[in-house]
């Protein structure tokens, strides 16, 4: 089994973690791609350039504006489409209006059509490695983990955060569904494994346990 690797963009005026995943394949996958400014594309162009890597998936833990704004530039730049939950599909739809509301401006956004939507259980491969998607609504209806169980990784996008868990106050949020889900399916994972949110800095699955109160 080869190493994989990931690298951190943190990108927006949200300042969102865009994950970059490869192996010594070269296939990699870009989870969340919030890219917004032309700079932080063109790191992220640079870095696949530069390292030689065969992007084959654009992973979307959910379908918030802050992770999609750079959806359309990795269609247009490697020809993959937003992969996301099946119940995130209206979400997705709703992200431009969505996101006017929110930041009560209209900002650019392009979204190119989605492309295959996946469930739970679902299994995403790219060079020797698998992603095993596990689903956590509730910061969204379609929210989702991505776990890596050979390497001990673990992608929560809004769903988990370092002390933390996703707000659920915007449409189609629901925080009893997000705490149960995150109780029973992800702080059930052995404790190294690390944690890569959505925003802020990375933690563990045994730090979550001890010090995450909002799941206490």
């Known amino acids: 089994m080869s190493t994989l690797h990931y690298?951190?963009?943190?990108?927006?005026?949200?300042?969102?973690?865009?994950?970059?995943?490869?192996?010594?394949?070269?296939?990699?996958?870009?989870?969340?791609c919030g890219a917004f400014l032309p700079a932080e594309c063109e790191q992220i162009r640079a870095f696949v350039a530069e390292n030689d890597l065969i992007v084959k998936h654009l992973l979307n833990t959910h379908a918030h504006f802050d992770h999609l704004f750079g959806a359309q530039f990795c269609s247009d730049t490697w020809g993959v489409l937003p992969e996301i939950s099946a119940d995130e599909v209206e979400t997705y739809h709703q992200a431009i209006p969505q996101m006017q509301a929110f930041l009560h401006r209209a900002f650019p956004l392009q979204l190119p059509t989605p492309g295959r939507?996946?469930?739970?259980?679902?299994?995403?491969?790219?060079?020797?490695?698998?992603?095993?998607?596990?689903?956590?609504?509730?910061?969204?209806?379609?929210?989702?983990c991505f776990y890596c169980e050979e390497e001990?990784?673990?992608?929560?996008?809004?769903?988990?955060?370092?002390?933390?868990i996703g707000r659920c106050d915007l449409p189609?949020?629901?925080?009893?569904?997000?705490?149960?889900?995150?109780?029973e399916k992800i702080?059930?994972?052995?404790?190294?494994?690390?944690?890569?949110?959505?925003h802020g800095p990375s933690t563990t699955i045994g730090y979550e346990r001890m010090n995450n109160m909002m799941l206490r």
Request: aromatic content about 8%; overall charge negative.
């Open 117 to 144: 939507t996946f469930r739970e259980g679902d299994m995403i491969s790219f060079g020797s490695h698998v992603l095993r998607v596990i689903a956590t609504p509730g910061h969204t209806p379609g929210g989702v």
């Open 7 to 32: 690298k951190t963009f943190t990108v927006n005026f949200i300042e969102e973690n865009c994950y970059l995943l490869w192996d010594e394949s070269r296939e990699a996958v870009i989870v969340d």
């Open 172 to 183: 189609g949020g629901d925080a009893s569904s997000l705490v149960t889900a995150l109780s």
């Open 187 to 198: 702080l059930t994972l052995p404790e190294d494994v690390k944690v890569l949110p959505g």
């Open 152 to 164: 001990g990784l673990l992608l929560t996008g809004d769903s988990l955060f370092r002390c933390s």
